[in-house]
């Protein structure tokens, strides 16, 4: 069975840091790229940062320079730490794996940004 389990959301006041987790199980990780998505009420989920099996790491325009995506294949994770948080940054973030036509999403983990 398939899994993908978010977790580290929270409340946080701006300029603070969360580290998002992503567990996985029921397929071989380390061949899937992995990704962090978000989406914030009335608005359309976007992707956030993506790391590949080669190690290969994108990131949104809007979160360069203050979001680090990882993965750790043996623990078969993928992180998203989140430093200098905004209020724009509020939404509920999903991971998912990704291989050619093969795609498996979490249930999400909320992430609110508030003072």
């Known amino acids: 069975q398939v899994q993908l389990v978010e977790s580290g959301g929270g409340l946080v006041q701006p300029g603070g840091s969360l580290k998002l987790s992503c567990a996985a199980s029921?397929?071989?990780?380390?061949?899937?790229?992995m990704s962090w998505y978000r989406q914030a009420p009335g608005k359309e989920r976007e992707l956030v940062a993506m790391?590949?099996?080669?190690?290969?790491?994108n990131y949104a325009d809007s979160v360069k320079g203050r979001f680090t995506i990882s993965r750790d294949n043996v623990k078969k994770m993928v992180y998203l730490q989140m430093n200098s948080l905004k209020p724009e940054d509020t939404a509920v973030y999903s991971c998912?794996?990704?291989?050619?036509?093969?795609?498996?999403w979490g249930q999400g983990t909320q992430v609110t940004v508030s003072s």
């Open positions: 998912k794996a990704w291989l050619l036509t093969s795609e498996y």
């Open positions: 029921g397929f071989t990780f380390s061949n899937y790229a």
């Open positions: 790391i590949t099996i080669g190690y290969t790491i």
